[in-house]
């Protein structure tokens, strides 16, 4: 987990109660997505119900943090003074399940050692209550 400084804060997300497991959940290292305790489906983005006709409500649950870009793209524009180019914003398929998506920053990797398919585990930028969860690759010595 990396603590960010001050200076580097980014845009965060404003925390609220159907979001904050998720936000919060790097607290202890774990991601959490939200599972429907019926049929064990996982669900990204958060929401509120889940079953065929909503009577259940999905319960957030830890994963096992690993995952494989599903794609990505190579941001140079300086959108935001906090985070500085080149940076890498990938969607990530979490392997707890085919279509479970997650969009977010790949980290300590080369832009032009990223690759579709590249397994990768997560981490966590830490700004007082919200953890960040982005990924960086599973090392094979190449990727860095």
């Given at each position: 987990m990396t603590?960010?400084?001050?200076a580097a804060t980014p845009p965060l997300p404003r925390l609220?109660?159907?979001?904050?497991?998720?936000?919060?959940?790097?607290?202890?290292?774990?991601?959490?997505?939200?599972r429907c305790?019926?049929?064990?489906?996982?669900?990204?983005?958060?929401?509120?119900?889940?079953?065929?006709?909503?009577?259940y409500i999905p319960v957030?649950?830890?994963?096992?943090g690993l995952g494989t870009v599903f794609s990505f793209t190579v941001n140079r524009q300086p959108f935001l003074p906090s985070i500085v180019p080149p940076y890498i914003v990938a969607i990530v398929?979490?392997?707890?399940?085919?279509?479970l998506q997650l969009m977010t920053r790949?980290?300590?990797?080369?832009?032009?050692?990223?690759r579709i398919g590249?397994?990768?585990?997560?981490?966590?930028?830490?700004?007082?209550?919200?953890y960040?969860?982005?990924f960086e690759p599973l090392m094979d010595g190449a990727d860095r």
């Open positions: 603590t960010a400084s001050p609220t109660p159907e979001t904050e497991f998720f936000w919060a959940s790097g607290a202890d290292g774990l991601l959490r997505i939200q305790p019926e049929s064990g489906t996982w669900y990204h983005p958060p929401r509120p119900d889940c079953g065929p006709n909503g009577e957030p649950t830890p994963v096992s398929e979490l392997d707890e399940q085919e279509g790949l980290v300590n990797c080369a832009t032009g050692n990223v590249q397994r990768v585990r997560v981490i966590f930028e830490q700004h007082d209550r919200i960040l969860p982005f």
